[in-house]
C-alpha cells in the first residue's frame, strides 16, 4: 500500500512514523517532508500549498491513501481536490475546515448552537474596532480572522496594548488577508487543555488529552511560539470534565458541522479552557496539533492508518480505539533565538539508538548530513507509567542530542507535575 502525507513538519515526522508500524504499508511519500523525514519517507519537493503538484503526483505514482496534515492545504481544499481524483484521504474537505480558516465562522457556529466559548465582537472596520476597545473589559484577546501561523493571537492585558494589536493586524496587514477582519474576544482564565479527536462526522474518539507549552522561556516567559513541548495526558483533564466536554462540546460541534452542511472528517483539534464556569472552546483546528501530536501518537496502541481508513469511510464506531495506560513527554530543540532571528545550517546528530524517539521539524539533508534549517529543530519524545518518569527520560534524549545554537526549555512538565500533586 502507497501513502502520501502532505507537510513537512515534527507533526507529519509523527504521523509517517506511526503510519509505518502499519504491515501493508509498502511506500511513505511526504511532500514536502524534511531531511528527518527523509530517514522514514520518501521525500518529494512539493509545497504542501501546491495543491495541483500533489494530485499530479498522488495520480501519476497511484497513492492508495492520503494524509493532509497541515491547516493550509486543507483550507486550500486539498482532500477534495485529490478526493475528485478518486484517491481516499484523511481530512476534512474545505467547506469543514474553514472552522479553523476563519475564527469569525467558528464563533458564529458557536454562538447559533449554544457551544461554550468567550463572548466576542467581529470588526471589518478599524476604527470601529477601535472605539469599541474604549470601553470594553481588559484584558482582552485581539484575533486575526483567517490563518496566520498559529500568530494571529494576540492577549492584551491593557488598552493600549489591545488598539496597538488592531492597528498591527488590520492597518500594517501583520498578517495579510488574514487580518482583513477580526474577532475581539472576552478574557478567560483557567487551566488550558488541548483535545484532538477522531471524527468521522457521526463518531467522536477523543486522544489522550494533553499540555502545551506555548512561551519560548522557562516558567512560561518570553515570547509566544508554536509550542516548545507537550506531556499527555493533561492532569487537570479529569473524566468528569473529559465527559462534561463530550457532551456540551464535542458532539454538538460535530452535529452543528453536519446541521451546516459541512460535514467534519479528519482529527478536529479543540483548544480548551476549563475556566471557573466550565470548559470553554478558546479555538478549533481542523487538523493535528503540533506538538501536541508528538505525545499523543506515541500512545496510541492501536493502528493508526487503520483508524485513519475507517474515519474517510465513515465506520468509526466499528473500531476500538485504544491508548496505553502511559504518560509522554514531549521537549522541542529549537534553533537558539526562536520565535525571532536565528542561525540555521548547524550539524545535528542523533544517536540511531534513540531516532524513533525523536521527530524532526525544521532541518534539510546535505552531502548526507542533517542540518538544522529551521526555528523549531526537533522534538523528542518519551513514554513512562508516570508523568515524572517521561519528564526525565525526555530531558535524557536530549542531552544524546547535539546541533549547534540547540536551546530548549528546561521545565517541560513542570506545572503537570505541580497539578498531579494537588489532585
Given at each position: 500500500?502507497?501513502v502520501?502525507?502532505?507537510?513537512?513538519?515534527g507533526r507529519?515526522h509523527?504521523?509517517?512514523?506511526?503510519?509505518?508500524?502499519?504491515?501493508?504499508?509498502?511506500?511513505?511519500?511526504?511532500?514536502?517532508?524534511?531531511?528527518?523525514?527523509?530517514?522514514?519517507?520518501?521525500?518529494?519537493?512539493?509545497?504542501?500549498?501546491d495543491?495541483?503538484?500533489?494530485?499530479?503526483?498522488?495520480?501519476?505514482?497511484?497513492?492508495?491513501?492520503?494524509?493532509?496534515a497541515?491547516?493550509?492545504?486543507l483550507?486550500?481544499?486539498?482532500?477534495?481536490?485529490?478526493?475528485?481524483k478518486?484517491?481516499?484521504?484523511?481530512?476534512?474537505?474545505?467547506?469543514?475546515?474553514i472552522?479553523?480558516?476563519?475564527?469569525?465562522?467558528?464563533?458564529?457556529?458557536?454562538k447559533?448552537?449554544g457551544?461554550?466559548t468567550?463572548?466576542?465582537?467581529?470588526?471589518?472596520?478599524c476604527?470601529?474596532?477601535?472605539?469599541?476597545?474604549?470601553t470594553?473589559?481588559?484584558?482582552t484577546?485581539?484575533?486575526?480572522d483567517?490563518?496566520?501561523?498559529?500568530?494571529?493571537?494576540i492577549?492584551?492585558?491593557t488598552?493600549?496594548?489591545?488598539?496597538?494589536?488592531v492597528?498591527?493586524i488590520?492597518?500594517?496587514?501583520?498578517?495579510?488577508?488574514?487580518?482583513?477582519r477580526?474577532v475581539?474576544?472576552?478574557?478567560?482564565?483557567?487551566?488550558?487543555?488541548?483535545?484532538?479527536?477522531?471524527?468521522?462526522?457521526?463518531?467522536?474518539?477523543p486522544?489522550?488529552?494533553?499540555?502545551?507549552?506555548?512561551?519560548?522561556?522557562?516558567?512560561?516567559t518570553g515570547?509566544?511560539?508554536g509550542?516548545?513541548?507537550?506531556?499527555?495526558?493533561?492532569?487537570?483533564?479529569?473524566?468528569?470534565?473529559?465527559?462534561?466536554?463530550m457532551?456540551?462540546?464535542?458532539?454538538?460541534?460535530?452535529?452543528a458541522m453536519?446541521a451546516?452542511?459541512?460535514?467534519?472528517?479528519?482529527?478536529l483539534?479543540?483548544?480548551l479552557?476549563l475556566?471557573?464556569n466550565?470548559?470553554?472552546?478558546i479555538?478549533y483546528?481542523?487538523?493535528?496539533?503540533d506538538?501536541e501530536?508528538?505525545?499523543?501518537?506515541p500512545?496510541?496502541?492501536?493502528?493508526?492508518?487503520?483508524?485513519?481508513?475507517?474515519v474517510?469511510?465513515e465506520?468509526?464506531?466499528?473500531?476500538?480505539?485504544?491508548?496505553?495506560?502511559?504518560?509522554?513527554c514531549?521537549?522541542?530543540?529549537?534553533?537558539?533565538?526562536?520565535?525571532?532571528a536565528?542561525e540555521?545550517?548547524?550539524?545535528?546528530?542523533?544517536?540511531?539508538?534513540?531516532?524513533?524517539?525523536?521527530?524532526?521539524a525544521?532541518?534539510?539533508?546535505?552531502?548526507?548530513?542533517?542540518l538544522t534549517?529551521?526555528?523549531?529543530?526537533?522534538g523528542?519524545?518519551?513514554?513512562?507509567?508516570?508523568?515524572?518518569?517521561?519528564?526525565?527520560?525526555?530531558?535524557?534524549l536530549v542531552?544524546?542530542?547535539d546541533?549547534?545554537?540547540?536551546y530548549?526549555?528546561?521545565d517541560?512538565g513542570?506545572?503537570a507535575?505541580?497539578a498531579?500533586?494537588?489532585?
Open positions: 500500500m502507497k502520501l502525507v502532505v507537510g513537512g513538519g507529519e509523527a504521523i509517517v512514523k506511526k503510519i509505518k508500524e502499519n504491515k501493508s504499508v509498502t511506500e511513505i511519500y511526504a511532500l514536502p517532508g524534511n531531511g528527518g523525514i527523509a530517514g522514514d519517507a520518501v521525500c518529494v519537493d512539493i509545497g504542501a500549498k495543491i495541483d503538484a500533489i494530485v499530479n503526483f498522488a495520480a501519476e505514482n497511484n497513492i492508495d491513501y492520503a494524509v493532509v497541515p491547516d493550509d492545504p483550507v486550500l481544499g486539498c482532500v477534495d481536490a485529490l478526493e475528485a478518486g484517491i481516499p484521504c484523511f481530512g476534512p474537505r474545505a467547506n469543514a475546515a472552522i479553523e480558516g476563519s475564527k469569525v465562522f467558528s464563533k458564529n457556529l458557536m447559533k448552537y457551544i461554550p468567550a463572548e466576542y465582537e467581529v470588526f471589518d472596520d476604527q470601529k474596532a477601535l472605539e469599541y476597545l474604549e470594553a473589559p481588559i484584558p484577546v485581539v484575533k486575526a483567517g490563518l496566520a501561523l498559529g500568530k494571529g493571537v492577549i492584551a492585558m488598552r493600549d496594548e489591545a488598539m496597538d494589536a492597528r498591527s488590520m492597518e500594517d496587514k501583520q498578517f495579510g488577508k488574514s487580518g482583513d477580526i475581539i474576544e472576552e478574557f478567560l482564565t483557567g487551566p488550558e487543555v488541548s483535545v484532538l479527536c477522531f471524527t468521522d462526522s457521526k463518531t467522536v474518539a486522544m489522550v488529552s494533553s499540555m502545551d507549552h506555548k512561551r519560548a522561556g522557562d516558567n512560561d515570547l509566544n511560539t509550542g516548545m513541548g507537550t506531556v499527555a495526558p493533561n492532569p487537570y483533564y479529569t473524566e468528569s470534565v473529559a465527559a462534561e466536554c457532551e456540551k462540546i464535542f458532539l454538538p460541534t460535530v452535529a453536519n451546516e452542511g459541512r460535514p467534519f472528517k479528519g482529527c483539534y479543540f483548544g479552557m475556566t471557573p466550565g470548559p470553554k472552546v479555538e483546528n481542523c487538523r493535528f496539533g506538538p501530536t508528538q505525545v499523543v501518537l500512545l496510541l496502541s492501536s493502528d493508526l492508518l487503520t483508524v485513519m481508513q475507517a474517510t469511510e465506520r468509526l464506531a466499528e473500531i476500538n480505539v485504544e491508548w496505553k495506560k502511559e504518560n509522554a514531549c521537549v522541542i530543540m529549537a534553533s537558539k533565538g526562536y520565535p525571532q536565528y540555521k545550517g548547524y550539524e545535528i546528530t542523533i544517536p540511531d539508538a534513540i531516532w524513533n524517539n525523536v521527530y524532526v525544521g532541518a534539510n539533508l546535505k552531502d548526507g548530513k542533517l534549517n529551521g526555528g523549531r529543530v526537533l523528542a519524545t518519551a513514554t513512562a507509567a508516570s508523568l515524572s518518569e517521561a519528564v526525565d527520560e525526555a530531558y535524557k542531552k544524546q542530542i546541533f549547534g545554537n540547540a530548549y526549555r528546561n517541560i513542570k506545572k507535575l505541580m498531579s500533586m494537588e489532585g
